[in-house]
């Protein structure tokens, strides 16, 4: 197996925050970019434990006002779908940028979508801002499941890629 690409994620915030996650390019489409990202440490989001070394195959639709991070555990199985809402991504060669709208979509399989964050947005929003917004939740919720079972098909065709180790891609 190949090195995957490498691929930066920079996560912009409303109140001016800035992250930057180093990630493996797994697929670039017209449509959508997917990267891959091992969490180095454990990590507990909305009760959700992913412990170190959780692989989230993130999914970025291009002009789409949310992505998907896709929890995957060591066995291949998903875990659990955190929808951001938020900018299209904005894509340079090997790098994307998007803006986090605070507010986020949980759904573990076999539940219904659980809207977070609604306390998170930053008083005095702009109107406009919290009309966008809202406007990008109600098409997640309409897209929401056709997204999970894009999400399914794509860790199922995937799944090589994310649970190799980097020992693993390193070998011809």
């Keep these: 197996m190949t090195t995957l690409p490498r691929f930066t994620e920079i996560k912009r915030r409303l109140d001016g925050r800035l992250a ?12 959508v970019i997917r990267l891959r990202y091992r969490l180095p440490q454990p990590w507990r989001v909305h009760g959700v434990e992913l412990p170190s070394g959780t692989v989230t195959l993130a999914h970025y639709w291009i002009g789409r006002p ?7 555990d060591g066995h291949g199985r998903s875990v659990g779908y955190y929808f951001n809402i938020g900018s299209p991504p904005a894509v340079e060669d090997d790098r994307l940028e998007w803006m986090d709208w605070f507010l986020d979509v949980l759904v573990l399989p076999g539940s219904a979508p659980e809207v977070l964050d609604r306390d998170d947005l930053p008083a005095g929003l702009a109107p406009s801002v919290a009309k966008r917004i809202e406007a990008a939740l109600v098409a997640l919720l309409v897209e929401i499941d056709n997204r999970v079972s894009e999400a399914e098909d794509a860790r199922a065709r995937l799944l090589p890629m994310l649970l190799a180790s980097p020992a693993e891609e390193r070998s011809p």
């Design 20 to 31: 930057r996650f180093d990630c493996e390019l797994v697929e670039r489409r017209p449509d």
């Design 66 to 72: 949310f992505n998907l991070y896709q929890w995957v």
